[in-house]
Nanobody, 122 residues
Framework: QVQLVESGGGLVQAGGSLSLSCAAS????????MDWYRQAPGKQRELVAG???????NYADSVKGRFTISRDNAKNTVYLQMNSLKPEDTAVYYC????????????????WGQGTQVTVSS
């Protein structure tokens, strides 16, 4: 199984920056896509940014130009650099990884981190 541990959340003023990281550990064959999601109070969880194992990225329109996703495959870690933060970015941020199990069939499955709180004050 894969465990994902996020870090880097906190409280920041509007216009400020935060950097999140999510490290994967455990037994697996390979990690494919890694994504960042967020969930604000009373709202559905939404995709913020994603990155493939080859480095292709995609972003929600609301964060384009402000957030940057990256990954270090050697460390099995994905990062989210968040700049020009706005109060509406306040949410619990989760990372998600798609990975192949280290079994005979290389079963594809997913894991979620526990979430880290990001609060942007106005």
């Amino acid at each position: 199984q894969v465990q994902l541990v996020e870090s880097g959340g906190g409280l920041v003023q509007a216009g400020g920056s935060l950097s999140l990281s999510c490290a994967a550990s455990g037994s697996f064959f390979r990690i494919n896509d890694m994504d960042w999601y967020r969930q604000a109070p009373g709202k559905q969880r939404e995709l913020v940014a994603g990155i493939t194992s080859g480095g292709m990225t995609n972003y929600a329109d609301s964060v384009k130009g402000r957030f940057t996703i990256s990954r270090d495959n050697a460390k099995n870690t994905v990062y989210l650099q968040m700049n020009s933060l706005k109060p509406e970015d306040t949410a619990v941020y989760y990372c998600k990884a798609e990975f192949l199990r280290a079994d005979f069939f290389r079963t594809r499955t997913w894991a979620w981190g526990q979430g880290t709180q990001v609060t942007v004050s106005s």
